[in-house]
């Protein structure tokens, strides 16, 4: 038999379990100490301020044109024009580089040269002129325009090449025409520039502001047309966590 003493044992023993149990089942409760901080507008900004970073540091070596003057290349017989030159400027020289072009071709035919042999400096010059033009501007405006040409003519190392023009050129001339008369179509295409784009770049104008300055005013507003799309991704971006 149990004694008073035994019974009453047993019932705290019994209410230290149930009271164990409670306190395991029971939700603990959040200090401050647990409680995650929220993060401020300018801690979630942190990607974009760091694209933002990128592009700055990129446009400071751009309007350096350290990149640029590195990859010009040397030409005899060709007067290059330092580079960080508004669009404008670039674009003069460039028909400037394509008139010396057919001054050298001309004084080959007085020469008596063969015309295919001359039709191939056209093209080599025109190509020449080509990528040493862009090279005087924006090195951004260069890549691009490297991407453009990428995807237009692919990986084809010979989109440019003589041989590639005489073919096309060949294919829409009559078909009696002779090799000769093919590089002579093509010797006079080589000296017509792009309408389209001498509109759109306009013809250099007097200008207060010294080339240079023109340039990097010109290229700061091309990368701060580029830094637009990051900003519209992260204002969607809040926009969907607001509306969420």
């Known amino acids: 038999r149990s004694g008073p003493a035994q019974i009453g044992a047993r019932a705290m023993t019994k209410k230290r379990k149930v009271t164990k149990g409670k306190e395991a089942t029971a939700p603990k409760a959040v200090t401050k100490k647990d409680e995650q901080p929220k993060s401020t507008p300018w801690q979630e900004a942190r990607p974009l301020r760091r694209t933002l970073a990128v592009l700055l540091v990129i446009f400071a070596i751009d309007v350096t044109c350290v990149g640029q003057r590195a990859q010009l290349p040397e030409l005899p017989g060709w007067t290059l024009p330092p580079a960080g030159l508004p669009a404008?400027?670039?674009?003069?020289?460039?028909?400037?580089?394509?008139?010396?072009?057919?001054?050298?071709?001309?004084?080959?035919?007085?020469?008596?040269?063969?015309?295919?042999?001359?039709?191939?400096?056209?093209v080599n010059d025109r190509h020449e002129a080509r990528m040493v033009a862009r090279l005087l501007g924006s090195g951004l405006v260069a890549a691009l325009l490297q991407l453009r040409d990428a995807f237009v003519?692919?990986?084809?190392?010979?989109a440019f090449a003589f041989d590639t023009f005489f073919a096309r050129y060949q294919a829409t001339a009559p078909p009696d025409a002779t090799a000769d008369e093919v590089c002579k179509l093509l010797i006079e295409s080589s000296?017509?520039?792009?309408?389209?784009?001498?509109?759109?770049?306009?013809?250099?104008?007097?200008?207060?502001?010294?080339?240079?300055?023109?340039?990097?005013?010109?290229?700061?507003?091309?990368?701060?047309?580029?830094?637009?799309?990051?900003?519209l991704v992260w204002g969607a971006a809040q926009l969907t966590k607001v509306v969420a």
Not at 153 to 158: E, M, T
């Open 153 to 158: 003519y692919g990986s084809n190392s010979d």
């Open 88 to 122: 404008a400027s670039v674009r003069e020289a460039y028909h400037g580089m394509i008139e010396g072009s057919r001054q050298r071709v001309a004084q080959g035919e007085k020469e008596g040269q063969e015309p295919c042999a001359l039709a191939r400096q056209a």
């Open 191 to 231: 000296f017509h520039t792009n309408e389209a784009v001498n509109a759109l770049v306009g013809q250099k104008t007097e200008s207060t502001l010294p080339e240079y300055l023109s340039f990097v005013a010109e290229t700061a507003g091309v990368y701060g047309m580029l830094s637009v799309a990051p900003m």
